[in-house]
């Protein structure tokens, strides 16, 4: 099976820009999770997607967002980009789960500069 | 509410000696955890998980967790380091909410081996 994937894998915006980022799940899960990692606040978890319908969300502020497509295919969206965006954004996806917190599968991520 | 503290932002061993990374974690339910590593310019890799079987549980390339309820923690072993174990080390919590799971990363350890 093919793993995750994420595009673009590279990106330079400048501020007050926005950004769309986009994940394809490994075929079969349905469950598409997004982090932000930067080295000063490590691995943050930004939202949660399952059936296009988000079921978690972190605590970022509203110009983050994301949504889901009927093939699970997941984007997230920057908005009015600040500096602090600047990160690896990790996309992961999971298996049906059988009731307990499945393994999460990661995308190599895209790496986004804000200038 | 759910954290994790991974107890050492550093660890540093001489090939061939045991390894041992911390973490302790907090939980208002009946979590599962998570061991992941991330070499450099890697994505993030599933060691292990303990979803309440077996107390002890194997991971890949000779890493093993117990997973103590008394203590609240889930420690990281491996018997002999090897070179290639040098990486990010981070513990990871997961518990249901709202029909999903939210996840929390632990801030991470990095791991060094000496020759």
């Known amino acids: 099976k093919a793993g995750v994937t994420q595009t673009p894998r590279y990106l330079i915006k400048t501020r007050g820009q926005q950004v769309t980022l986009s994940c394809s799940p490994i075929s079969g899960h349905r469950s598409v999770s997004w982090y932000q990692q930067t080295p000063g606040q490590g691995l943050q978890f930004l939202f949660e997607y399952f059936s296009e319908t988000q079921r978690n969300k972190g605590n970022f502020p509203g110009r983050f967002s994301g949504r889901q497509f009927s093939n699970s295919r997941s984007e997230m969206n920057v908005s009015t980009l600040e500096l602090g965006d600047s990160a690896l954004y990790l996309c992961?996806?999971?298996?049906?789960?059988?009731?307990?917190?499945?393994?999460?599968?990661f995308g190599p991520g895209t790496r986004l500069l804000v200038l | 509410a759910q954290s994790v503290t991974q107890l050492d932002s550093h660890v540093s061993v001489s090939e061939g000696t045991p390894v041992l990374l911390r973490c302790n974690y907090s939980?208002?339910?009946?979590?599962?955890l998570f061991w992941y590593v991330q070499h450099p310019n890697k994505g993030l890799q599933l060691l292990l998980k303990?979803?309440?079987?077996?107390?002890l549980v194997k991971g890949i390339n000779g890493f093993e967790a117990e997973f103590k309820k008394s203590e609240t923690s889930f420690h990281l072993t491996k018997p002999s380091a090897h070179m290639s174990d040098a990486a990010e080390y981070f513990c990871?919590?997961?518990?249901?909410?709202?029909?999903?799971?939210?996840?929390?990363f632990g801030a991470g350890t990095r791991l060094f081996v000496k020759a």
């Open positions: 303990y979803t309440s079987a077996a107390t």
């Open positions: 990871v919590v997961s518990d249901e909410n709202t029909g999903g799971f939210k996840t929390i």
């Open positions: 939980s208002s339910y009946s979590p599962s």
């Open positions: 992961a996806s999971s298996p049906p789960t059988s009731g307990r917190a499945e393994t999460q599968y």
